[in-house]
């Protein structure tokens, strides 16, 4: 592969040879460095799209262990009276079995099991596996790099990922385990270790897990801004880029503005844990004896925290907006409706993302009158987010659209976030919070917006971009079938919640059976895990099309299957180190020439004709 | 046989990427300092508040990194003339000077101690000790870039080359970032006391 093709064969071979651009990079062997023998092809690997497959395999993994942590703590929640017995020889003495041979889960487990649930499903699974995997598949693919800046950061990026789950999942075998706090890590739960029994080893492998993923987070983030800025091909300025790639941008600009600040509130953590200090511990009494900690804040913990907090959920949502984009402007074959728009949309959530932390916290005893800002500033998110929905519809509008797996998850999304994001709208209103803040109005309005419809936007990226990672079609039957069982599954679970949050049922509760008024919900609770049973059940369906199709699945055969105008189909089938053979293609116009002078579509490096106009500008 | 590449990358961009990188992780590190300080600001607004002043030697040692940035500064400056000599010698007082800011802020914690304000007493020292130790940390980094730059300084014969240039502008651009900080430290607190 060290030689540049002599002799195109196709169409964007021959525009690569003809206008592209010559970096003497095939010359340096520089391939032989990185895919030389097993370790470095597969596991020690810098090229981005092995690392980018390590990450979404790694993020599937993740994956699986949240979903399946939180069937149990549904089993719990739907079917109280239930013996868990079975169970047993899996959970081991978390499920405690009384003298009538009844099985019940442990109330400490249950509340592990909530924490590791949303540390997992955020961090894990919608930080590292989504943007982690697109990024670094995408980003040189789609602005015309040989690689990501430094290799060598990105691959660090990936094993500090592994080695921070690698302690996570550790923490899940300890006597004591894992931490229960809640995936926020509230002090004082998450400071005192006597506090409750998962505050103690289980706290302290939880900080330093998460402390080694903001490592990976931001050695990841360094590497795409630079390589957005620094190493786009020639032609390729900023509004040629095809909106993914502004989405993983943005979200690494927010990602390394936030995560140190976490970062920063978890070195107090410490400090407080190991040194005895107060940062966030005020007149604590346990047991009935007070402990010598005097003159912290939590609240101040909950400020850095949320500080991150709220830019964490657009850091998960906007690579999900990209994707989602792009997948729609292919498969509706037209250009997106209001690329510009888009992208100022994306730069102004971005910014709102850190005016607003404070809305997780209007009970939290923040002055109501500095709420009112915080009011303001979350309503007028639904301003960008609301040009991004209507210029997703436009966009279909009037289109040749292709039904496939991609295209329906992509839809699906904006069904979600439009269901999600409209109870966001109550949620952020600081008087309607009174009411509805810590219920199941909350879970089913976060789950909606970030959970499932972060969740389709990966599935449209993976079903979308499987053939450039392995040069095989995931099966299309059964992502049809995962993507029907997973929207009206996903629906039935959240869909429920909301009532129940109205009627005032709280969040994290092990069990209802002591509340009379919510007792009639007892058959709405078995719905929801029946449909969270089935749900579980699709994603199989998806795990096993996914590993299936890696080896068996149908072939690619051509470089640019859906007939799509960006650069990574202007590679070969199976791109090699450096991506392209030969030269870098040069790009010639923007990314979404659709349906344009009576062509189905116009790739970036074709050259504009004269007096031709190039959309982006 | 890299360096062509690295040449060409350069011709098309103003900065060579990898420094870009390093200045995106700074914008980045600087995050854990305005959050820190941030947090002290709040905190302090709340009360039960222990008012002192910074031991001397704070300000003293502002000086010492300061200088050591002016040392390295013109021990870059020396290596583009390609002074060996001057280049070697200003590099080791740099390197010198860095060891000697880290001996002294651990000295600068213990006259804070003896002044009556240890560890555990009021929040307002807990986070002098926080944010200085955070800090602190980070000089440690840059100490180990300038370690890093002298042994291949003196184990290596002397050669002008652009990867050399590059990593030592790299550690002495982070080497500028913390001693920035410092400076940054110095004057917030100067002004919020």
Redesign the interface.
């Known amino acids: 592969m060290a030689t540049a093709v002599l002799q195109p064969d196709t169409l964007e071979e021959k525009l690569v040879e003809e206008y592209g651009y010559e ?3 095939h010359e ?1 062997h520089h391939g032989d460095k990185f895919q030389s023998n097993f370790i470095t092809t597969y596991v020690f690997s810098q090229d981005h799209k092995m690392i980018a497959k390590q990450f979404l395999i790694t993020g599937m993994f993740w994956g699986m262990i949240g979903g399946l942590m939180s069937l149990v703590f549904r089993l719990q929640l739907g079917f109280p009276e239930e013996s868990l017995a079975w169970l047993q020889p899996i959970l081991g003495k978390w499920i405690e079995i009384n003298p009538e041979g009844i099985g019940k889960l442990s109330q400490e487990f249950y509340y592990a099991l909530v924490t590791m649930h949303g540390t997992i499903l955020v961090f894990f699974v919608l930080t590292a596996g989504l943007s982690g995997t697109f990024s670094n598949l995408l980003i040189p693919l789609m602005v015309g790099a040989r690689d990501m ?2 290799p060598f ?1 990105n691959m660090l990026s990936y094993w500090f990922f592994f080695t921070a789950g690698l302690v996570m999942f550790f923490s899940l075998f300890l006597s004591t385990g894992p931490f229960a706090g809640g995936w926020t890590a509230y002090p004082p739960l998450s400071v005192l270790p006597e506090a409750s029994s998962g505050s103690g080893a289980g706290m302290t492998l939880w900080t330093i897990s998460l402390v080694l993923f903001v490592v990976s987070v ?1 050695l990841g ?3 795409y ?3 957005v ?3 786009r091909t ?1 032609g390729m300025t900023m509004w040629r880029l095809p909106l993914p790639i502004w989405a993983f941008f943005i979200t690494a600009v927010i990602g ?6 976490l ?3 978890f ?2 953590v410490m ?1 407080d844990r190991e ?5 966030f511990l005020s007149e604590i009494f346990i047991g009935g004896k007070a402990l010598d900690h ?4 939590p609240i ?1 913990y909950q ?2 925290f949320w ?1 991150l907090g709220h830019p964490e959920v657009y850091i998960i949502i906007l690579p999900a907006m990209g994707i989602v984009s792009e997948v729609l402007s292919v498969n509706a074959r037209k250009p997106v409706f209001g690329y510009k728009a888009m992208v100022f949309s994306i730069l102004a959530i971005a910014f709102l993302s850190f005016i607003v932390w404070a809305h997780h916290m209007f009970m939290s005893g923040v002055n109501p009158f500095i709420s009112n800002f915080f009011v303001i500033f979350t309503l007028i998110i639904a301003v960008p987010s609301a040009v991004k929905v209507f210029n997703w519809i436009a966009t279909l509008y009037g289109g040749n659209i292709r039904l496939n797996s991609a295209m329906l998850f992509s839809i699906g999304f904006v069904s979600m976030f439009i269901s999600g994001g409209l109870t966001g709208i109550f949620l952020g209103n600081s008087a309607i919070d009174i009411q509805m803040h810590d219920t199941y109005f909350v879970v089913a309005h976060f789950h909606i917006v970030m959970g499932v419809a972060a969740f389709f936007g990966m599935f449209a990226g993976v079903y979308h971009w499987y053939p450039k990672m392995f040069g095989r079609f995931m099966n299309e039957t059964l992502g049809k079938i995962h993507f029907w069982g997973t929207m009206v599954g996903a629906y039935a679970i959240f869909w429920p919640m909301h009532y129940l949050g109205m009627a005032g049922v709280p969040r994290r509760y092990y069990s209802f059976d002591v509340f009379q008024t919510f007792s009639h919900f007892a058959e709405m609770n078995k719905f929801i895990t029946v449909a969270a049973v089935l749900v579980f059940g699709f994603q199989m369906l998806f795990f096993i099309n996914f590993f299936y199709s890696i080896w068996r699945g149908k072939k690619q055969t051509v470089q640019n299957p859906y007939g799509a105008t960006t650069l990574e189909w202007t590679t070969p089938v199976r791109p090699g180190h450096g991506n392209w053979p030969g030269k870098i293609p040069a790009v010639q116009r923007w990314a979404y020439d659709y349906g344009k002078d009576g062509k189905e579509f116009i790739s970036q490096i074709v050259p504009l004709k004269e007096g031709e106009h190039d959309g982006g500008h | 046989m890299t360096e062509s590449i690295m040449e060409q990358e350069i011709g098309r961009n103003k900065i060579h990427p990898k420094k870009f990188a390093l200045l995106v992780a700074c914008a980045s590190m600087s995050m854990v300092f305005a959050a820190q300080t941030s947090a002290y600001m709040v905190r302090q607004a709340s009360g039960n508040w222990l008012e002192f002043p910074l031991p001397n030697i704070f300000f003293f040692n502002t000086l010492v990194i300061v200088l050591s940035s002016v040392t390295l500064h013109g021990s870059y400056l020396a290596f583009k003339r390609a002074k060996e000599n001057l280049f070697k010698g200003l590099l080791l007082l740099s390197l010198f000077l860095g060891i000697a800011f880290v001996v002294l802020q651990l000295q600068g914690w213990a006259d804070l101690q003896a002044m009556g304000v240890p560890l555990k007493l009021n929040p307002s020292g807990d986070f002098i000790y926080a944010i200085s130790g955070i800090h602190l940390a980070h000089v440690l980094g840059g100490i180990t870039a300038l370690l890093i730059t002298a042994i291949v300084a003196f184990m290596m014969p002397f050669k002008l080359t652009p990867a050399r240039k590059l990593r030592f502008e790299m550690s002495m651009l982070y080497w500028h970032f913390v001693d920035g900080l410092w400076v940054y430290l110095i004057v917030f607190w100067t002004l919020q006391r």
């Open positions: 970096d003497h990079f340096h800046a430094s950061l931001l983030g360094i590497n801004i630079t390589t800025l620094n190493l020639k390394l503005l936030s995560f140190p600040v970062a920063s509130a070195f107090l400090f040194l005895g200090t107060s940062f005097v003159g912290g804040s101040l400020h850095l500080f």
